[in-house]
């Protein structure tokens, strides 16, 4: 079973620039949630997507915005990249349905440095 | 609103030895799930362990296990005979069952946990 992987593994930036993270979900997962996860802090919840729909979001602005494609891939994007983005960004995959519902399986993370 | 709460930043324990982690949350939710995770240096999110609230019997995985205890709303995790690999970043988290929050993770800020030989 592949585990889900994301990419770039380091990213750096320009205040003001847009950047485009992905993932890509562990095999049989259809629903995938993005965090962001700040220095020292625990994982916040970006937002989540089932059959290539937004299904939920946290307290993020629009500038945040992502899409899922049919192969339940995801991709985070943010607009005008302010200092406070830098982060290590979390993608995690899951399954609907059944005890496995609220499993999610985390990917290695994209530390993104905004200067 | 849930929130998720650890209040030890940093525990350390010798190795073989039991440790335990505290974490408490708040919910109005009756139906919700509770999880362990842990990130070592490599930043990678490991589920440790997971717990439904609907069941009294507290979740065991090998070494690890839970004491739940829902009318205080604490989850506290035991590790026993620690190893060397246990050292890492360990989140409590939760998520509801229903409702526009549905398996929405949240996450409290993290016991830095250290095993010396």
């Known amino acids: 079973e592949t585990g889900v992987t994301q990419s770039p593994t380091h990213l750096i930036k320009t205040r003001g620039q847009q950047v485009t993270l992905r993932c890509s979900s562990q095999s049989g997962h259809n629903t995938v949630s993005w965090y962001q996860q700040a220095l020292g802090q625990g994982p916040q919840f970006i937002f989540q997507y089932y059959r290539e729909e937004e299904n939920g979001r946290g307290n993020f602005p629009p500038r945040f915005s992502g899409l899922q494609f049919p192969n339940y891939s995801s991709e985070l994007n943010v607009n005008a990249l302010e200092l406070d983005d830098s982060a290590l960004y979390l993608c995690a995959s899951s399954r609907t349905g059944g005890a496995r519902l609220y499993e999610q399986y985390f990917g290695p993370g994209t530390r993104l440095t905004v200067t | 609103a849930q929130t998720v709460t650890q209040s030890q930043p940093e525990m350390s324990v010798q190795e073989a030895e039991t440790v335990t982690l505290s974490c408490t949350y708040d919910?109005?939710?009756?139906?919700?799930?509770l999880f362990w995770y842990k990130q070592p240096p490599s930043r990678q999110m490991i589920l440790v362990i997971r717990q439904e609230a609907y069941k009294q019997q507290n979740a065991t995985e090998n070494r690890f296990s839970v004491n739940f205890q829902k009318a205080a709303k604490s989850f506290s995790l035991k590790i026993s005979d620690s190893q060397l690999g246990d050292t890492a970043m360990y989140f409590c988290?939760?998520?509801?069952?229903?409702?526009?929050?549905?398996?929405?993770?949240?996450f409290g800020r993290g016991t830095q946990l250290t095993v010396w030989p």
């Open positions: 988290a939760f998520t509801n069952d229903r409702g526009s929050t549905l398996g929405r993770l949240y």
């Open positions: 919910t109005s939710e009756n139906n919700y799930y």
